[in-house]
């Protein structure tokens, strides 16, 4: 699991479940006048608010959470995790809704003692504001660019090298050089030491790199997908948050990015990108 792939919408989910698990251990119900003396139920000790609101909400948090950090999507009955989550959360939200409106069901309509009858507790009504929470980030983060951010930043470069220094990280931090092959060259716009790639038959045509492009290193602030380099396009490999990946290439507003592994392709998103 990728903590780096979480995003600050992931976030608010998180600290909604949090104060969901800490509103559960408190009142269920709220009565005046009772005396100090007098325990109160809290929300373990209602069924139908520990699986419809608590477990509910908890469930789904858990579910947006690891669907994000998964390096590949998973599915149930054709779902993604994350859309089960958000399933989750709103269920939560309208079970929270329902139990403070009336929250001892129809028991408080038998016989004459209706205005005797209890309010929400403070658990009960905290639930409904955390559930409303987490069902509104759940919703939100794929629509609004400002939860879709990481929620860790990507680490910063390291500090400039003195001079003849070896640079400390490996493959795939700014700084570090990859391997090239004795006697070979370096092509134009080209990272040294990677060899040209053949042209794929029948491809079209890419667009001409940037003639004043000069290679530099680059983290995704979230998930990005990197295609086929010769523009046929299919997915090759994922950039993930918190590593640094080398820009080879300018083409228009898309780069031509390398993995770790070499692998050279297409990055068509390069919105909110970290230079090294």
């Known amino acids: 699991m990728n903590i780096r792939s979480l995003t600050r919408g992931d976030g608010v989910v998180i600290g909604a479940a949090v104060v969901l698990f800490i509103a559960s251990f408190l009142d269920n119900y709220s009565y005046d006048g009772l005396p100090d003396s007098v325990e109160l139920p809290n929300l373990w000790e209602s069924g139908p608010v520990l699986l419809g609101v608590v477990l509910a909400g908890i469930i789904g948090a858990a579910l947006i959470v690891v669907s994000r950090g998964l390096p590949q999507p998973r599915k149930i009955a054709g779902l993604e995790l994350g859309a089960f989550g958000v399933a989750f959360a709103v269920f939560a939200a309208w079970s929270a809704l329902g139990n403070v409106i009336d929250p001892i069901g129809g028991l408080d309509n038998i016989g004459e003692g209706g205005d005797r009858s209890p309010d929400a507790g403070t658990g009960l009504i905290l639930a409904l504001i955390a559930t409303l929470v987490m069902a509104a980030a759940a919703i939100a983060t794929p629509l609004v660019p400002a939860l879709q951010a990481s929620l860790v930043p990507a680490p910063k470069p390291p500090a400039p090298q003195p001079y003849g220094a070896q640079p400390p990280g490996g493959y795939g931090y700014p700084g570090a050089q990859p391997q090239q092959p004795y006697g070979a060259q370096p092509q134009p716009g080209q990272p040294y030491g990677q060899q040209p790639q053949p042209a794929a038959q029948g ?74």
Not at 222 to 244: C, K, N, Y
Not at 257 to 263: E, I, L, P, S, V
């Open 203 to 276: 491809a079209p045509a890419a667009q001409p790199p940037a003639a004043d492009f000069s290679p530099f290193w680059f983290a995704v602030p979230v998930t990005r997908p990197l295609f086929a380099e010769d523009g046929s396009g299919g997915q090759i490999a994922e950039l993930a948050p918190g590593t640094w990946y080398l820009a080879v290439e300018q083409r228009g507003a898309a780069l031509v990015a390398q993995t770790q592994d070499g692998r050279r392709g297409l990055l068509q998103d390069t919105s909110g990108i970290q230079r090294g």
